[in-house]
C-alpha cells in the first residue's frame, strides 16, 4: 500500500509507454494510480488486464471523458501519454484541473503551444516535466556537470545520431499520421536524441539547416541536420527510422569528449586532454545514485525531495529545433525559430 505521503497518480492514454509509468510508479511505494483515461475501451481493456490483474492491485476507476475523470477523481497529478498533436489541449486540461504533470515526449508539435504551456506552468505553480529518459540517468547528470562548470573548457561542437528501424514497425499506426503525430521519427523515437543535444546546451536554437526523407511514408522516416545554438556550441544529428536500432554522441570541449548514449543515458566516456595532448580516459566517473526513471524524478520533485530533471523551458528548446528543422526541409533553406 501507498504510504501517507503518496502521490495520487492519474493515467491519460493507456497505451505501451504508460505500462511504464505504472511499473515505474509501484517500484516506489509511494505513488497511487486513482484512474484510468483513454477515449477507446478497447486500450482500457487490454490496459486493465496487463496490469491491474492477478496479483497487481485492483484496478482503478476507468473513464473516456477526461472532464468527467477530473472532476469526479481529483487526482494531484496525471501522466499523459497520447498521440502528440494532443499533448497541449490535455495539458492545459490538467493543469486547470490544479494537477502536476508529466507528459510523454514530445512536449508539444508547435512552438506557440510551447511558449503558451511555460505561461500556464508559471501561473499555475504546478510541477511539469516532460517523460524523456537521459535527464534521469546519472550520465547525462555527469554530462550535464561538466559542461556546467566547463571542466573540460567550453562545449563547442556536437555529432549525433541515432537509428531504428521505425518505419516497419509503425505501419498504419497513429505515430504515421501527421495528424495525430506531427511528424515522423523525428518527433518520435528521435526526440530523444534530439532533447539530449538540447537539454545538455541550454541555449535557444539559432538557425537550421535540415533535410529529410519520408521514403513512401505520410511522414519524415530519416533526416539530418545543422544547428547553430545561440550560445555558439554547433551540432551535427542524423535521425534514422529504418536501420537496426543504435544511437551515439560525443560532445566536444576545449579540454577533451564526452561519448555518451543519447537514447537511454546507457553508458559514458570521458576523454580529457590539454591543448589535444596527453589523453586521458576516464570510462566509468563516479557518478552519484538517484531514481533514473522520468515518474520517479517527477513524484521526488513533487515531494520536494530532487531538482526537476526536465522542465517546461527545454521543452521550448525542443520546440524551436523541431519547428526550424521543418521549415527549412520544406524550404531548403536555412531556418530560425520564430521566437528568436
Known amino acids: 500500500m501507498p504510504d501517507k505521503q503518496s502521490i495520487r497518480v492519474a493515467v491519460v492514454g493507456c497505451g505501451g509507454i504508460a505500462g511504464k509509468h505504472i511499473v515505474g510508479g509501484r517500484e516506489r511505494g509511494n505513488v497511487e494510480f486513482v484512474a484510468l483515461m483513454d477515449n477507446a475501451t478497447g486500450a482500457l481493456d ?118 531504428q528501424p521505425w518505419v516497419y514497425f509503425t505501419v498504419g499506426s497513429w505515430r504515421q499520421d501527421p495528424a495525430l503525430s506531427g511528424g515522423g521519427q523525428l518527433y518520435d523515437s528521435g526526440a530523444h536524441a534530439l532533447n539530449s543535444v538540447v537539454w545538455t546546451v541550454e541555449s535557444d536554437v539559432e538557425q537550421v539547416h535540415a533535410f529529410v526523407d519520408c521514403l513512401d511514408a505520410p511522414v519524415d522516416v530519416n533526416g539530418t541536420m545543422n544547428v547553430r545554438f545561440a550560445n555558439g556550441v554547433i551540432a551535427a544529428i542524423a535521425i534514422n527510422g529504418q536501420s537496426p536500432s543504435s544511437a551515439h554522441a560525443s560532445f566536444m570541449f576545449e579540454d577533451g569528449r564526452v561519448d555518451i548514449d543519447p537514447w537511454a543515458g546507457g553508458w559514458i566516456n570521458i576523454h580529457q586532454c590539454r591543448g589535444g595532448l596527453n589523453s586521458r580516459q576516464i570510462k566509468y566517473p563516479d557518478m552519484p545514485g538517484r531514481d533514473t526513471t522520468p515518474i520517479g524524478n517527477f513524484v521526488d520533485a513533487i515531494l520536494g525531495l530532487d531538482e526537476l530533471r526536465t522542465t517546461v523551458r527545454h521543452g521550448i528548446y525542443h520546440s524551436q529545433l523541431m519547428d526550424a528543422v521543418y521549415e527549412s526541409a520544406r524550404t531548403g533553406l536555412p531556418a530560425k525559430p520564430k521566437s528568436v
Do not use: W
Open 46 to 163: 487490454k490496459f486493465e488486464a496487463k496490469h491491474f490483474a492477478d496479483d497487481h492491485a485492483p484496478a482503478p476507476p476507468r473513464f473516456t471523458d477526461a472532464a468527467k475523470m477530473y472532476q469526479k477523481i481529483k487526482p494531484d497529478a496525471v501522466v499523459i501519454n497520447t498521440p502528440h498533436t494532443l499533448h497541449h489541449q490535455q495539458c492545459v486540461e490538467a493543469l486547470d484541473a490544479g494537477c502536476h504533470v508529466l507528459v510523454e515526449k514530445p512536449m508539444v508539435t508547435d512552438l506557440a503551444n510551447a511558449i503558451d504551456l511555460e505561461k500556464r506552468v508559471e501561473a499555475s505553480g504546478k510541477v511539469f516535466t516532460v517523460g524523456y529518459n537521459t535527464p534521469c540517468s546519472i550520465e547525462f547528470h555527469k554530462l550535464r556537470e561538466i559542461t556546467r562548470n566547463q571542466e573540460l573548457g567550453r562545449l563547442k561542437v556536437i555529432s549525433a545520431y541515432l537509428s
